[in-house]
């Protein structure tokens, strides 16, 4: 049974194509292997839309390299968006590679790697047409069995000025309600109870297909049609969530009150020039409307620092906005001018170093604030699906409320009670730090 080990890296979106890939090649005859020297065939998963990104992914690569000089029967294959966004100007760059496969080639992973290890005759770099996965696919969790992401869409139609990602994956394509439907009902019966919904942009699901297409109807469609007791939003863009979202938010516990909502900026000036389609007062009346459709919301939003023109009153805006309108989470990034993003040429870029100074400025302060804002879950019980043993200790137990995503958001640490993971149990809340929380199960 030839084997492969395989590396994972960028976004939640990637890990799924991962997952495929994993499932795919187990279904054709393949072993996955933890140690990458037991491993015929090196599997790099790339994430490429961002510079840091792409070094990163460089150097996962330059690692395995070092396997094939030790051992040079093994081959080393590079996919993902690195490949996607750079083609075949890699063969130069990174000689030991055996073979690229660009976001698309996810579907044909198991001929692609066969012909490899066969030594048949193929391009070095496969970039095959567009793909979207569906419910047919063989797919393997590489999360814990009780949580899992579906992607219901590929690719963005928005053309934010600073963003790669539609050069990189394409067009818009959402899959059919009844195809994600049934991976849903697959992943219940393989004992998922956590399910994110994901997307470069999840309020555009079904804008490419028909009418009654929507993530209404999708949602709508899942609480029916399956029991999946937590089902969470992540990647909504801020004028896609109508009122019939919130009606149905607020209506339904299984859909978590919780929103990953990108704003990226609040300045009207910053986010005109990043082509976001709303401005700062369409934020406010936004953050308005959902706190009072669902009161007990958790929202997590993410900025971006030190885009072209931004000036310290556009920075100041933004503190004052954080300040006033204390989101629950916030990832804080620094804009990196990318080669080919619609903003690459763009006046008044910012310094670097007055970037890292603006990051490490909003994160302290919301660091500060989301102290404050997790005081108010003290004393209160609250849902919380339970992780397992905490990542410092073996006399805590650890696990997520439902205002706090994977891998992203704080936890809840248990010290007392017992429970297994995967269970979803009620903990009541004795104190906060400042991203995480305390208490006992009831
Ligand atoms: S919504 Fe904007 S930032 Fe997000 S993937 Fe699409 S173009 Fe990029």
Redesign the pocket.
């Known amino acids: 049974m030839p084997t492969f080990h395989l590396v994972s890296l960028g976004c939640a979106k990637n890990l799924v194509d991962s997952e495929v890939m994993l499932g795919l090649l187990q279904e054709g005859g393949w072993e996955m292997v933890a140690d990458p020297e037991q491993a015929n065939v090196l599997l790099v998963n790339t994430c490429g839309f961002i510079q840091p990104a792409v070094e990163e992914a460089i150097e996962v690569i330059l690692e395995m390299e070092t396997y094939k000089k030790i051992d040079s029967s093994k081959f080393l294959v590079v996919t993902g968006c690195l490949v996607q966004r750079y083609k075949a100007s890699l063969e130069d760059e990174l000689k030991e590679v055996d073979l690229f496969i660009g976001t698309e080639g996810v579907a044909k992973i198991v001929q692609l790697l066969d012909c490899l290890v066969e030594g048949a005759e193929q391009e070095k770099t496969q970039l095959p047409d567009r793909f979207l996965m569906d419910a047919s696919y063989a797919r393997t969790l590489s999360t814990p069995f009780f949580r899992s992401s579906v992607k219901i869409t590929e690719g ?1 139609n ?3 000025t ?2 790669m ?2 050069s990189i994956r394409g067009e818009l394509r959402s899959r059919g309600i009844d195809d994600i439907v049934l991976e849903l009902q697959r992943l219940e019966k393989d004992g998922v109870q956590e399910l994110s919904l994901i997307a ?2 999840l309020t555009a699901y079904g804008n490419d297909l028909d009418k009654e297409t929507h993530l209404l109807t999708l949602l709508t469609r899942i609480l029916a049609q399956t029991a999946i007791p937590w089902i969470r939003l992540m ?1 909504l ?1 801020p004028s896609g969530v109508g009122d019939d979202l919130l009606a149905l938010m607020q209506s339904e516990d299984r859909i978590l009150p919780y929103m990953d909502i ?1 704003f ?1 900026h609040v300045s009207a000036a910053v986010l005109k020039r990043m082509h976001r389609r709303y401005g700062y007062a369409d934020l406010l009346q936004f953050i308005e409307k959902v706190r009072g459709a669902v009161p007990d919301i958790a929202l997590r939003s993410t900025m971006m620092v030190g885009f072209p023109g931004e000036t310290e009153g556009d920075v100041r805006q933004l503190e004052e906005f954080l300040r006033e309108y204390r989101l629950d989470h916030v990832g804080v990034f620094s804009y990196t001018n990318e080669e080919g993003a619609l903003s690459e040429f763009y006046e008044n870029q910012v310094p670097e170093e007055l970037k890292e100074e603006r990051r490490n400025r909003i994160l302290t302060l919301q660091a500060e604030i989301s102290e404050q804002i997790l005081q108010k879950y003290v004393g209160r019980t609250i849902p919380v699906l339970v992780e397992g043993l905490s990542r410092e200790t073996d006399l805590l137990l650890e696990g997520r409320s439902v205002y706090q995503a994977p891998d992203i958001d704080g936890c809840v640490l248990i010290n007392d009670g017992n429970a297994n993971p995967g269970d979803i149990v009620q903990v009541q809340i004795t104190e906060a730090q400042i991203y995480d929380l305390l208490g006992g199960i009831v």
């Open positions: 963005c928005n053309r934010c600073y963003c990602i539609p470069q942009d990647y863009y990108p990226q």
